[in-house]
């Protein structure tokens, strides 16, 4: 999580940062993100969300 911290401080710093969260379903890559979100919110950045499902197999 230090390193998304990070990230997100150089974010609101003026540098532009790309952090992809990848793994196997169940490994918590949703509770990382919202913890990032609420840190993100807690330094004044506007979080949006956005989903994508896969669809008959393939890949989204």
């Given at each position: 999580?230090?390193?998304?911290?990070?990230?997100?401080?150089?974010?609101?710093?003026?540098?532009?940062?790309?952090?992809?969260?990848?793994?196997?379903?169940?490994?918590?890559?949703?509770?990382?993100?919202?913890?990032?979100?609420?840190?993100?919110?807690?330094?004044?950045?506007?979080?949006?969300?956005?989903?994508?499902?896969?669809r008959d197999g393939a890949p989204p």
């Amino acid at each position: 999580m230090a390193d998304l911290q990070a990230a997100m401080d150089r974010v609101v710093a003026g540098q532009g940062q790309l952090v992809m969260l990848a793994g196997e379903p169940g490994i918590g890559k949703t509770r990382t993100a919202q913890e990032l979100a609420s840190y993100a919110e807690s330094l004044g950045s506007r979080v949006l969300w956005g989903w994508c499902y896969e669809r008959d197999g393939a890949p989204p």
